[in-house]
Every structure is written in C-alpha cells, then in structure tokens.
C-alpha cells in the first residue's frame, strides 16, 4: 500500500494516514520522497506515532539534513532504518547525492545504531559517469560493515560493473 503525504500537509492528516494503513494490516511506513528532514519535527511525530503503533520506520535520505540531534530525536522516537541514498563521494555537477557532505552525520548515527536499535545502509546509483565514486562508496561500507544495495540503468553486462561484483564486495 503507497500513501503519499505532501510536504505541506498537516500532522493530523498524516496520522489518520497511519491509522488507515494499520487498519488495514500494513506494518512499513517509508517516509521518501525529496528529502523527508526539510521537515525534521513533522518527521518527527510521523515516526513517533507510527513506531507507537508497531510500525516498521524508514527513512530514505541523502544524509546531509541528519544532523546529530536530529538522528537522536528520530532514534529514541523509534525509526527502524535510515537509508543513504548515495551516487558519488564528493560533490559533482550532475551526481548531487554525494557522501563527503553527509559523512560526520553519517559517522554519528553508526555510533548510535546499536544503542537506539536502528540499521543503517547504503543505496548506490549506478551511473555510467560514477564507476569509480561506486567503488569507493561500496568500499566504505564494506569496511564499516554497512549493508549497500546498487541500483541503476547501468550496462549490467559491463566489465566496468563486473569489476564491482568482485569479492571485497560481499558482505558478511
């Protein structure tokens, strides 16, 4: 079941919405979508209120908006996942979704997954233009034990993406 709820709409709407969705037995709220932290107390009190109702909470974003204290509040208010949509390391002119400026939000937060009980993972966009920001992105977490999940229209029969397949690769 998708529901979307617009930026502007009010906490009360979003919750009927949550109600609704656990009426009819769904357990998953995925809050994506542009960027859910614009709105970080609104993200807030969807996530506490879901949480409360057994929902499963999880959070797409690029990272850059979760700051520590955003990253406790959502934490302690019962977020299940945080998803880092990633394409480069460093910022480029059309890969936006870079992990330089989002990496001491993300340092924070793999302190704090196991005291507040949340995952954290990496979802990597193929680009023909990021072969090698890929490598390094899937690198890093390997190293930080962090799960990744590629996706992306690239040439999946490439050498360049069966590079990527090799051993250094699979988590364990």
């Known amino acids: 079941m998708w529901v979307e709820v617009r930026h502007a709409c009010e906490a009360s709407l979003a919750g009927r919405s949550i109600d609704w ?8 709220l995925a809050l994506m979508g542009g960027e859910p932290l614009l709105r970080p107390d609104f993200i807030h009190k969807v996530v506490y209120y879901a949480a409360k109702k057994g929902f499963w909470v999880y959070i797409a974003t690029n990272g850059r908006l979760l700051r520590p204290d955003v990253a406790d ?3 302690d208010a019962g977020v299940a996942v945080f ?3 990633l394409d480069s390391w460093d910022l ?4 936006p979704k ?3 400026p989002a990496q001491k939000n993300l340092e924070h937060i ?3 997954q196991y005291v507040n009980g ?6 990597i966009n193929i680009c023909r233009n990021n072969m090698k920001d890929v490598r390094k992105l899937t690198e890093y977490a390997h190293d930080h034990r962090i799960q990744s999940e590629l996706a992306g229209r690239y040439l999946w029969g490439s050498r360049e993406y069966a590079k990527l397949l090799t051993p250094v690769f699979v988590l364990s």
């Open 98 to 100: 870079a992990f330089v």
């Open 110 to 112: 793999l302190r704090k």
């Open 21 to 28: 969705l656990h009426d009819n037995g769904c357990r998953v």
């Open 92 to 95: 480029q002119p059309s890969l």
């Open 73 to 75: 509040r959502l934490g």
């Open 83 to 85: 998803n880092f949509a």
């Open 118 to 123: 949340y995952l954290v993972f990496f979802n």
